[in-house]
């Protein structure tokens, strides 16, 4: 797994250790946390659509694009999903989101254009947590598509790259998730509850 602050605008500290990594600790609040003043917005047809939600939850998982693994994920952090949509909340609190999407071309793009209506102000009120990017196929990601998936994950507060699933493949939902995703959920807990913190 890999996980990521914005590598455009954050600054790497001097006294971290050579051979600390984002595996084994959480780093800090990345410097984009809200849409910044300037940013051009998408063309209409490259937003999602926002949608008024009924119900509460402590998490909404928006997936970028059909395929995403926006259900899986919900069910893997007790999120609830949105079916590609930005929610909007019945009682106009500001609700937080995590984005999904596949590593293959369609999906970062897809995943770029959301981030972009994010972070341009196009999108409703939320508070991203993230970009989630699923692994599209077993083995190992092209580098071409590694690469990009570095630079669509630098338009996020941070993004985590996960590994494919073989048991999700066959509708085999009880297999417990690896190493990886283990620490994704707790990644995903953690800045959760410091967020829900910090807001009251």
Not at 7 to 14: D, L
Not at 170 to 182: F, I, R
């Amino acid at each position: 797994m890999q996980q990521s602050l914005n590598p455009w605008i954050t600054s790497p500290t001097a006294d971290t250790p050579d051979q600390e990594t984002t595996d084994t600790y959480m780093p800090p609040a990345a410097v984009i946390s809200a849409p910044l003043k300037g940013m051009v917005e998408p063309a209409a047809t490259d937003r999602l659509a926002r949608r008024t939600m009924t119900g509460s939850a402590a998490l909404w998982i928006i997936g970028a694009h059909g395929g995403a693994g926006e259900s899986r994920i919900a069910d893997l952090l007790c999120g609830h999903a949105t079916d590609h949509c930005w929610p909007v909340l019945n009682d106009g609190s500001e609700p937080q989101v995590l984005l999904v999407c596949r590593a293959d071309m369609r999906g970062l793009t897809a995943a770029r254009s959301a981030l972009t209506q994010w972070v341009s102000g196009a999108a409703p009120k939320a508070d991203l947590l993230g970009l989630a990017i699923l692994a599209d196929a077993p083995g190992k990601t092209p580098k071409a598509l590694r690469d990009f998936s570095t630079i669509v994950g630098g338009g996020a507060p941070r993004f985590w790259a996960l590994p494919w699933v073989e048991a999700w493949r066959h509708g085999d939902t009880t297999a417990q998730p690896s190493c990886e995703y283990q620490r994704f959920i707790t990644d995903i807990a953690t800045l959760a509850a410091d967020t829900s913190n910090t807001a009251h």
